[in-house]
């Protein structure tokens, strides 16, 4: 019995899942591509210091990232799946690892820019493989949410390291902050070799659908970001807005006239994905939107170096960890109501308190009051994850955890750019941050109120599946 639950599902010849390297790869995955993003935001003041190029450089330091994340994120879901997902880990690991080294070596803030870009697309194609990898090979719904709850260890370790290592780096070279990605994806790709083969599913891709998912996510986030500095009412950005409202609509013309969609509408009948997306757009602003608001806020306001603002982070981000474990078996126990509605609750007071607090630049208030912030994130994702995939089939899995992410990504991307445009004076930096972190408190709020109304497709005590 043990052995028949380690076998693939009856689509391909057994083959022996091996879930423990399977979930150690997905782990390294996660955890690669989290600490990248986390790293460079302390890092963004000394990046500047020698390329230049300002809040707009800095903001596009982190955006081209996160662009194309959430813009590929759909193509990846549909690549994993017909390719298999194991294939297509190896694929978006090798390039990612190639492009951290691209960045390494940027001579100038257009070559890291475009390096970045290429290490978005790269996580584009890792984050839902390597959920796709967890769910073929844990099939039970309990032994997911407990496999997802290590998985997102991978990001909360991420959290606990990432900061303060950034700061670390930075201190001596910016440079290392992508360097030492290198290493990290060359032992994922070792342990990646002893994984089992994955199942495919081959389906043509949707290539009209792909280009203009990219037009309208990049014209609406290249409009908001260069609002901020241009001005929303100047040409360049009035174009990128038009972009992305052309961009948008065609795409979802085209999903829903397609006969193989790169977004597979149906799978919005579902009410728990829909409910689950608002949450991970929602969950993910407040926390992108606050470390990104927070590093400048230590660093270019306060005056503190990148080291300080890293450690700032630390306490969160050792508790982080902790609670991710907890969501992982509090999700699989209770369902994922309980830790989702709760987590986002906890963080909308974290957000409301550090807003209150601004204006007193305290260092201590600031690192206290992250942790609310940072706890309530690591208790909402895990849950929310573990509902996305338990509502589809394990065939439909790489694309229903691309959807959700790319609605994740977007919610890191547009609060990055809505709360750069608001930074972009020194003179109201402090009302600046006190606007961003209003308005993702606001949000996260609402989808603390949408958790309520969550009903998980498969009982929190189901029997395994044998």
Known sequence: MARSADLLDQSGPPVLKRPRTTLAV???????ITLDALMVNVALSTIEKQLGGGILGQQWVVNSYTLMFASLMLFAGNFSDRIGAKRAFRFGLVIFVLASAACSLSPELIFLVSSRLLQGSAAALLLPSSLALIREAFPDAQGRAKAIGVWSLGGAVSAATGPALGGLLATVDWRLVFLINVPVGAVALL????AAPSPTRPTPFDWAGQVTAIAGIGGLTYGIIEGGSAGFGSLPVIIAFALAAVGLTAF??????????????????SRVLRLALIIGFASTLGWYGMVFVVSLFLQQHMGLSPLVAGLAFIPT??????????????AARFGPRVPAAAGQLIMAIGLVAMLATAPLESLLLVTILMIPVGVGGALTL??????????VPAARAGAASAVFNTFRQLGGAIGIAVFGALLTSPDVFVSGAQTSLLIAAVLVLFSAVTSLFV????????????
Not at 26 to 32: E, Q, Y
Not at 191 to 194: D, I, K, Q, T
Not at 317 to 330: C, E, F, Q, W, Y
């Open 26 to 32: 997905s782990l390294l995955g996660f955890f690669v």
């Open 191 to 194: 342990l990646l070799a002893r």
């Open 252 to 269: 979802l013309l085209i999903q829903a006239r397609g006969s193989h969609p790169v977004l597979p509408l149906h799978l919005f009948r």
């Open 317 to 330: 981000s050792v508790l982080i960890a902790v609670s991710n474990i907890a969501a992982g078996r509090a």
């Open 382 to 391: 895990p849950s929310v994850t573990a509902l996305v995939l338990d509502s």
């Open 455 to 466: 009903r998980p497709s498969v009982p929190p005590h189901a029997p395994a599946e044998k």
